[in-house]
C-alpha cells in the first residue's frame, strides 16, 4: 500500500511565524504535490515537484515555497504566515506512467494561522 | 482551460438504492479519470480509476467512461450510510506535461 504522511495533523502558528511543512512518501514515486483545500474552493494546486530538486508552481503559489532535496520528501514553506493562509493542506504523490497519474493523498495538515 | 465539473449536490439516496455521480469534462485529450472518496475532515482517498471507454467495475463500485460525451460517472450499488461523503472526480490532461484536475466534488448523503 501507498503510503504518504505528513509531520502534523493539527498547526497553529502565529502571522509572520515562517512554517514548514513536511511530506514523506515510502512507495518511490517521482512525483510530489502540495495542494490546499478550503470550503467552497476545492483542491487548489500550490507547487508540485516531477524529481529531486525539481519544482513547478501550480495554480496560487504566492506567499508558498517548497524544498525536495530527496525524492521520499517534499516540504512546503510558508516564508511568513497570514491569516489567510489558514487551511487544510494534503500532500500527494504519484508515479510517472502510461495512461495517467493516481495520485495519492497524505492525512493533510490542519493549519490555523491566528 | 481544462476543466472538470460536478454537480455539487448534496445528492441524497436511501439506503439499499443506486448512487449516481456524474462528472462532464472539457477537453477530448483526457487519458485518465479518477473518482476519490473524502470523508468530512479526512483526505481524499482513491476508489476507482478508469482509463478507456466503457465500465469498470470494483465491489460496489462501477467507474462508466464516455471519451465522445466527455462524461465520467460513478455509481453505488446498495448505497450504505457509511458512503456518505464527498466524491471528488478528476481527469488527468496532456498539456505538454500530465496535469490532474479536480472536480470541486459532489457531497452523498445515504439516508439509513
Known amino acids: 500500500d501507498v503510503k504518504v504522511t505528513q509531520s502534523s495533523r493539527y498547526l497553529v502558528k502565529r502571522t509572520g511565524e515562517k512554517v514548514f511543512l513536511e511530506c514523506v512518501q515510502d512507495m518511490d514515486h517521482e512525483n510530489m504535490f502540495w495542494y490546499r483545500q478550503d470550503p467552497g474552493l476545492g483542491l487548489r494546486l500550490i507547487y508540485f515537484s516531477y524529481d529531486v530538486k525539481m519544482k513547478e508552481k501550480g495554480d496560487i503559489p504566492e506567499g508558498y515555497s517548497v524544498s525536495r532535496e530527496k525524492k521520499e520528501r517534499f516540504s512546503l514553506i510558508l516564508e511568513s504566515a497570514s491569516t489567510n493562509q489558514t487551511s487544510m493542506y494534503l500532500c500527494a504523490s504519484s508515479t510517472t506512467g502510461q495512461g495517467g497519474y493516481e495520485q495519492y493523498f497524505g492525512p493533510g495538515t490542519r493549519l490555523t494561522v491566528t | 482551460q481544462k476543466e472538470v465539473e460536478q454537480n455539487s449536490g448534496p445528492l441524497s439516496v436511501p439506503e439499499g438504492a443506486i448512487a449516481s455521480l456524474n462528472c462532464t469534462y472539457s477537453d477530448r485529450g483526457s487519458q485518465s479519470f479518477f473518482w476519490y472518496r473524502q470523508y468530512s475532515g479526512k483526505s481524499p482517498e482513491l476508489i476507482m480509476s478508469i482509463y478507456s471507454n466503457g465500465d469498470k467495475e470494483d465491489g460496489r463500485f462501477t467507474a462508466q467512461l464516455n471519451k465522445a460525451s466527455q462524461y465520467v460517472s460513478l455509481l453505488i450499488r446498495d448505497s450504505q450510510p457509511s458512503d456518505s461523503a464527498t466524491y471528488l472526480c478528476?481527469?488527468?490532461?496532456?498539456?505538454?506535461?500530465?496535469?490532474?484536475?479536480f472536480g470541486a466534488g459532489t457531497r452523498l448523503f445515504v439516508k439509513a
Open positions: 478528476a481527469g488527468c490532461f496532456n498539456t505538454g506535461g500530465f496535469k490532474t484536475i
